[in-house]
């Protein structure tokens, strides 16, 4: 089915075999290509400067309090096709003029995962071009080196520490260059995302709930209420705890005040983000410390939290740290990010055969 559908993309699937390029005479242009949950994505970057990147996510899952596997995967593929086409004609090139192309093999949702794959294998075997998997975390970290057309460019210095949250993952990475990274701390439970969708839909916030917490937070008192924060060893977090710390205690209130909820709502949300950004940011000061590393960036979907990123601003100039914030549009997942891994690995000739499978489960 796939196959067919691209060759239709691909002018009748006529092959064009002029792919491997002399790097150091003409461009390199890359198709990315990112489904690892619920949002479907194309993005195009010629030679690390992005030229397009377009996004269809899926309603459907908010009436549901959460991403729906099955309807995930359906949707991926009514929207797969169009999202690529779109992102080719915004980047105002041709299909010819791409030299290889990314796709996300992992982690993520499977059913989603194997719709990007399979359509990433079909087009490059109708346009003749080397196949390049891709770590969807290792793509969050390098959305920091993604370039524009205008404005400043003001990546980070290797080696540098990450700090990777969203609602799968929290952990801190120790970056040596652009395919060398380590993970030095991570959670062994549930995610910092996690957290706040799970906290905010006790609370009745819509999915995702993340982004309503935050503006929530805004207008309340952080230290109103004080919920547990775990003691563990390293740099590891957990997440859990609180979780059930912030259930207890609403149903102990609304136990006495059926209207607690309501009539706290921002200082709930104000609080539970304070206590969230605090057990982060305390293991990511005690690994720059500790490593002697003062370049530190952060990435990911919860990276796009404004008491998060305020925090961090606030840390780097105390603790003199070179500090390097994404841009919102490349903090949840886009196929931009997947497009710049795509790229460097390309300059490195690491390409994937078309038996390769994705996982839903890896760490980088």
Known sequence: MYLAKVALLMNNGKMNCEHITDKKNASITILGIESSCDDTSAAIIRDGVILSNVVAGQKVHEEYGGVVPELASRAHQQNIIPVVDRAIARAGI?????SA???TRGPGLLGSLLVGTSFAKGFSLAAGIPLIE????????????IKEKEGEYNPPKFPFLCLLVSGGNSQIIKVNNYLSMEVIGQTIDDAAGEAFDK?????GLPYPGGPHVDRLAQQGDPKKFTFSKPRIAGYDYSFSGLKTSFLYFLRDNLKENENFIEENKADLCASLQY???DILLNKLKKAAKQTGIKHVTVAGGVSAN???RNALKENAKKYHWNLVIPKFEYTMDNAAMIAITGY???LRGEFTGQDAVPFARTQL
């Open 134 to 145: 891709v770590n969807h975390l290792q793509g969050h970290v390098l959305a920091l080196f």
């Open 344 to 346: 460097y690995k390309y």
């Open 275 to 277: 206590t969230i950004i």
């Open 199 to 203: 906290c905010a839909k006790v609370m």
């Open 306 to 308: 404004s008491g998060l």
């Open 101 to 103: 192309v990314a796709f």
């Open 94 to 98: 041709s299909k010819n003029e791409i």
